[in-house]
């Protein structure tokens, strides 16, 4: 079939870049395929498949080779596919991605067996080059509860793979966990000598070893679904306790809900903290976590070189007897009322102000206890913030609240209004009076309206969205905004828009 003039040019004008610009460009297509398609519906094999003289480039590069996927789909898996990636690579590192996808209902014995038994093969095959292994991402696909992932797990046995630096191993869940009879002992130094980050999502607390030594890692995102069962579970406390007490290199901690029990924590004789050196980030995303949980954290960790503080919360659902007294040395106060943390730079806070029984006590000590903030994020807890900033006197009497402030992010969600900026340009205006700088505001919007393109190319549907959705074209707002600009403050709109699934 003729191509079209148009096809035509496009095509010759990509034929006469030299190799090794084509090569970027390849590179860049497959980082953005592999970074957004768990499922590999398309991999560096199509690039191959466009004309000879792109599959004779693609083919003798290695680099192209070094990503093998392996997907546990009836009709998908390959021992023959991973042998070719296998021998293409020649003596490149790798990177493994495994998919544990849900098998189809009704699943009958013989597709059963097919599928386990050409699993069972396939690791094999990646087994047998651990020793080149760079990354391991294991993922279940949702509500996937076939025993295929302890499976693979199990069968991926205990290679040695003293090249590897990341795992993560994901388990997309509704709610319902993904449960181990065993722990995955590849986690441990004596097989993952150079483990570096490690990231557990959604898995049974079970999948770590009794013993895991930590040490060698600098970045940690756990995200455990404790097992409920009629037997008595080990005191999950003491096993993140015993978890941080070995991880003395630890740059970045992430720690999402039910990585322990609240009831757990309850000791008569309160540990000493453990000491973090090295933690320059420190992120607790509680969900449905009341503040007894993050208090239990902050009461476990002492990071006398924190920069970045972020704390996500869901204080809506919170009730009057659970709200955080700030100035309680539980939070981010010690006993004798000084910082915890006084070397953080940059504090991120979502969702911590928002119960309908108020936004806590003590408000003010968010900000004595972080005297040397440069940066904020909030979402709609600036509203509370400015509440609380506008009451306070801004005399030579009282030390100046955030002084070194430089710059405030607002992220808006969907259908947000500007109604909490008539309180941000009075504590603007005061701060100003202070003498004081001003901080760069920048105000973000998430738009989740069905119709919106990802890339946001249209943009007068933007600009549409935009001003119906955040009340822009009331005179009052602009009035507002044209205020911060005469305050000499810069404002910066942006807008992150999604399609709602």
């Not at 483990?195 to 049974?204: V, W």
């Not at 015993?242 to 924590?265: G, I, P, T």
Request: aromatic letters at 8%.
């Amino acid at each position: 079939m003729p191509k079209s003039s148009s096809q035509a040019k496009y095509i010759s004008s990509i034929s006469v870049l030299p190799d090794d610009l084509l090569l970027v460009v390849f590179q860049a297509v497959a980082d953005d395929i592999y970074g957004t398609d768990e499922q590999l519906h398309l991999d560096c094999v199509a690039l191959a498949s466009v004309c000879r003289g792109w599959r004779s480039l693609v083919l003798s590069t290695s680099r192209f080779w070094t990503r093998m996927h392996m997907m546990t789909k009836f009709g998908v898996l390959s021992k023959e596919h991973l042998e070719r990636s296998v021998t293409r690579s020649a003596n490149a590192l790798v990177d493994i991605v495994i998919y544990v996808a849900r098998p189809p209902d009704p699943w009958g014995q013989a597709a059963w067996t097919l599928v386990f038994d050409g699993t069972k093969v396939c690791l094999q095959v990646l087994r047998e080059c651990s020793h080149r292994w760079r990354s391991l991402k294991i993922i279940n696909e949702k509500d996937n509860h076939s025993g295929l992932f302890g499976f693979v797990l199990s069968e991926l046995g205990l290679p040695h793979a003293p090249a590897l630096k990341n795992i993560e191993i994901i388990c997309h869940s509704s709610g319902w966990i993904t449960s181990l009879k065993e722990s995955f002992q590849l986690l441990s130094t004596t097989y993952t000598p150079s483990l570096k980050m490690l990231r557990l999502e959604g898995c049974d607390s079970n999948i770590l070893p009794g013993q895991f030594d930590a040490s060698s890692l600098s970045h940690v995102s756990l995200k455990f679904l404790h097992q409920f069962s009629h037997t008595l579970a080990p005191n999950s406390f003491d096993a993140f306790r015993n978890f941080l007490s070995c991880a003395q290199n630890l740059v970045y901690l992430e720690v999402h809900r039910r990585v322990f029990f609240v009831e757990h924590a309850k000791t008569d004789n309160e540990a000493d903290p453990i000491i973090l050196p090295a933690l320059r980030t420190l992120c607790i995303i509680m969900g449905t976590e009341k503040p007894a949980y993050l208090s239990n954290i902050l009461g476990t960790i002492t990071a006398p070189n924190l920069h970045h503080f972020a704390v996500h919360g869901d204080s809506l659902t919170w009730e009057e007897g659970s709200l955080i007294d700030f100035s309680s040395p539980a939070f981010f106060l010690r006993q004798d009322e000084t910082p915890k943390f006084p070397t953080v730079c940059k504090l991120t806070m979502k969702n911590m102000l928002q119960s309908v029984y108020g936004p806590g006590k003590n408000l003010r000590s968010v900000f004595t206890a972080l005297p040397h903030v440069t940066e904020v994020v909030l979402d709609q807890d600036v509203r509370e913030i400015a509440d609380s900033l506008i009451m306070e006197p801004y005399d030579q009497k009282v030390p100046q609240l955030w002084p070194y402030l430089r710059q405030l992010t607002i992220e808006m969600s969907p259908m947000t209004t500007f109604h909490y900026l008539p309180q941000l340009s009075e504590w603007l205006r005061l701060r100003h009076a202070s003498g004081l700088s001003l901080p760069a505001v920048i105000i973000r919007y998430g738009l989740q309206r069905v119709g919106v393109k990802e890339d946001a190319r249209d943009l007068m549907a933007i600009r549409k969205i935009v001003n119906d959705a955040t009340g822009y074209r009331a005179s009052d707002t602009r009035k507002v905004v044209k205020q911060l600009g005469k305050l000499g403050a810069l404002v910066d709109l942006r807008v992150d828009s999604w399609v709602h699934d």
